[in-house]
């Protein structure tokens, strides 16, 4: 069989996929995350060094800015490429699932597995919004799966690990724990070569910080300052009770019984192949669970990868009876998948909901971002910018949004929001109204009063610009 035709499976689904959540969605403002390397990207194609270091700046992601790079020379639907391009990385993710499963276990296993990845509404989420945890996910699964077709393989894993890790730190142990377990198989030349590929990531970023910022461990200070300054949960104490509860909010309620059921029965009928993804959602969560030791704030995100390797146990859970000879054992599993089917067929009703959910919040912030943009991109805002480059945000929210649609140099945005800077000679602030009441309930709006002599020189349903006197 050529390369084209065993790739083509993986790649219909990526991209079936990756068509039906945007059009039943259409997805088109990016997170956070993804919007500033959007920026920095822009800053780099303008000559300029991003600004890492911008008011609640987050963490930076060296390939998530570089794939920015490759979506700039899109305009306007630079946006729209990285959304799709991380849906494509999605619907990648739902195809290894079911690759995993299938070869640890069986078709059907890996179909399961596969159907509950897809239908995740947190998972969804993060592919619709960009978020990089979803072609982190991808290579991760991918890297497993090389390894499981061929142990020890090497080089490979290695190096879907390594693009991995440009893209979250996670990576770097996962790549260190695997080098450790192909040492004994390698002669001095291979363990060189692993050693090299393990550490490539984390010296590529820790080279781009430093070339940055000056400080190689920028990323680790920077995440642990945002997570003080966001009030982040960052308590070893927390690890327990947040890590059950992002599972579960991952996963949802018919997996949080099935995947322990599923857990038997690889500890009973499936010990050997399960070793593998085990002993990586163990490796992953352990990582997790040691970052507030950094400072290092706990985010549900952060178990995503996990999450998705734990759905091959609900697909034994499902399943795994099929592997079984006929017999007292294989009747009893079968009506124990028989069971955890109807748990996730009653849910089905507040699953709905739950999509529902994700669909209503991207349409309200959806509208909130729009108007946003209208605003930045409205001709009185960019001639008051012009002449004052210095606009001042209410709190952190909006200010990736306003720089780059305004296309301004780094540090011609900030905000007042505690104390981070100065009020500048713009000051943007959203409106109180249907549109922006989710992403700014009453207790967090920000209470910042306009200057004296300031006038409103823009305002729409969600947002107001006004201007210093000989601003606008």
Same mark, same amino acid.
């Given at each position: ?107 059907? +296993? $890996?179909? /399961?597995? !596969?159907?509950?990845?897809?239908? &995740? ?5 993060? #592919? *619709? %919004? @960009? ?9 991760? +699964? $991918?890297? /497993?799966? !090389?390894?499981?077709?061929?142990? &020890? ?5 290695? #190096? *879907? %690990? @390594? ?9 770097? +142990? ?9 040492? &004994? ?8 070569? @692993? ?278």
């Amino acid at each position: 069989m050529t390369t084209a035709r065993r790739l083509a499976p993986a790649a219909a689904t990526s991209v079936l996929v990756a068509i039906a959540l945007d059009l039943i969605y259409g997805p088109w403002f990016l997170n956070y995350d993804a919007r500033y390397a959007l920026l920095w990207a822009q800053d780099l194609a303008n000559g300029h060094a991003p600004e890492y270091t911008a008011d609640f700046a987050p963490t930076p992601h060296p390939l998530q800015t570089a794939f920015g790079l490759l979506a700039l020379p899109f305009g306007a639907a630079s946006d729209d490429v990285l959304v799709f391009a991380t849906l494509l990385a999605f619907g990648a993710l739902v195809y290894l699932a079911f690759a995993l499963g299938r070869e640890l276990y069986s078709p059907w +296993v $890996g179909l /399961v597995a !596969a159907l509950v990845v897809l239908t &995740r509404p947190a998972m969804e989420r993060d #592919a *619709l %919004l @960009a978020y990089q945890d979803v072609p982190f996910a991808a290579l991760v +699964v $991918g890297a /497993v799966l !090389a390894e499981a077709r061929k142990p &020890r393989r090497g080089t490979l894993v290695l #190096a *879907l %690990l @390594a693009v991995a890790g440009l893209l979250r730190p996670e990576a770097w +142990v996962l790549s260190g724990l695997y080098v450790l377990w192909i040492w &004994r198989d390698r002669d001095t030349a291979g363990r060189a070569a @692993a050693i090299a590929i393990a550490a490539a990531a984390p010296l590529i970023w820790a080279a781009s910080d430093w070339a940055v910022t000056g400080d190689p461990l920028h990323s680790l200070h920077g995440t642990a300052d945002l997570a003080i300054a966001n009030d982040r949960r960052r308590s070893i104490t927390d690890v327990p009770y947040w890590t059950a509860q992002y599972f579960g909010y991952a996963l949802r309620e018919p997996l949080v019984l099935g995947v322990p059921i599923g857990l038997v029965f690889a500890w009973k009928h499936a010990r050997r192949p399960s070793y593998l993804p085990l002993a990586v959602v163990v490796a992953m969560v352990a990582v997790f669970a040691v970052g507030p030791i950094f400072g290092l704030p706990l985010i549900r995100r952060y178990i995503a990868t996990p999450a998705v390797l734990l759905t091959l146990f609900y697909g034994l859970a499902v399943a795994g009876w099929l592997l079984l000879p006929r017999g007292r054992a294989r009747t009893g599993w079968m009506a124990v998948g028989a069971l955890s089917v109807l748990l996730s067929v009653a849910y089905i009703p507040w699953h709905y909901d739950l999509l529902s959910t994700v669909e209503r919040r991207l349409d309200k912030d959806g509208v909130l971002y729009g108007d946003l943009q209208e605003a930045m991109e409205a001709p009185q805002v960019r001639a008051a910018f012009a002449a004052c480059p210095d606009l001042t945000a209410g709190d952190h929210r909006p200010m990736p949004y306003a720089r780059f649609w305004l296309d301004g140099a780094p540090g011609t945005v900030s905000t007042v929001e505690g104390g981070a800077s100065p009020m500048g000679k713009l000051l943007l602030m959203p409106v109180k109204g249907a549109s922006t009441a989710r992403i700014y309930p009453p207790r967090i709006f920000p209470k910042v009063k306009t200057p004296a002599g300031f006038r409103t020189i823009y305002a729409n349903r969600s947002w107001r610009v006004s201007a210093a006197p000989g601003c606008g």
